[in-house]
C-alpha cells in the first residue's frame, strides 16, 4: 500500500512541476496549428482534386513540406510528448476534483487523449524523418484483413460504432459546454470568455460530426465488405465531397475545425494544467 501512495506521490509532483506545465502549453499551441492545418487539407479536398490525406497525418505532411516546417514540427513533437505526460499523470493520479463514475470517467478521456498526443507526435517525427506513410491506406489495410477473418466484419463494425458514439459524445460536449469545466473562466475578460465559448462550441461540433461521420462510414463498409469505405477520416471527408452540396458542407466543417484550432490557443492560456 505504501508503494502505490508513494508512486501516487511521484506522480503528483511531477504533474505540478512548472516546466511541464509550459511544455504542454506550448503543445496546445502546437495542437492548435494541426487543426488549421487540417482545416486547409479539408478545404483543398472540398474545391480541388487533392491528393493529400484528409486527417491529422494529411496535415503534418502539409507542414513539414514548408519552409521550417521540420523544425516546426519538432518543437510540435516536444509540446505534444508533455501533453501526453500531463494527460498519462491525470490518467493515474488526476481529476480529484470529479467523484465516482465522473472522475472514472475523466481519467478514461485521459487514457485516450495520452495515446492522441503520443500518435501525432511520434507522426510528427516520422514526417521530420520522411518516413511518415499513408495512414488511411494503413487502415483500409488493416481492415481488409479484419474483415476477411472469422468474425473481423463485426470487430470493424463495432469499432465504427464506438467512433461514432465518440463522435455524437463531442458534440454533445461542444453544445452543453462542458469544455468551460477545465479553462480558467475566472480569469478571462467578458469578450474573451464569449470568444472563448464560441470558438469551443464551434470546434467540438464540428470535430464530432467528422467522427461520426468517419464512424457510420465504417460501420457501412463493414456490412457491405468494402474496405475502401474503412478509411477513417479521409473516407468520410471524400464521401461527404461528392454528395449535393458536399463541398459546402466541408467548408463548414473546415471552418468549425479552424475555430478549434483558435481555441486551442486559449486553451494554451486558460487551460487548467
Known sequence: MSLTRNAEATAARTADSRWLELLARAGFIGYGIVHLLFAWVILQIAFSNSGEEGNQNGALRALGAQPMG???LIAMAVGLIAMAIW?????AVGHH???GKERLFERIASGVRTVVFLWLAWTSIQVVQDASSNSADQQEQFSEKLMASSGGRWL????GLVLAAVGIGMMIYGYKKKFERNLKTNEMNGKTRQLTRRLGMAGYIARGAVFAVAGLLIVVAAINYDPEKAR???AALRTLRDQPYGPFILALMALGIAAFGVYC???????KI
Open 70 to 72: 521540420k523544425f516546426l
Open 87 to 91: 494527460q498519462a499523470l491525470e490518467a
Open 97 to 99: 476534483a470529479k467523484r
Open 156 to 159: 470493424v463494425g463495432l469499432a
Open 232 to 234: 477513417g477520416l479521409d
Open 265 to 271: 490557443f486559449f486553451q494554451s492560456r486558460f487551460r
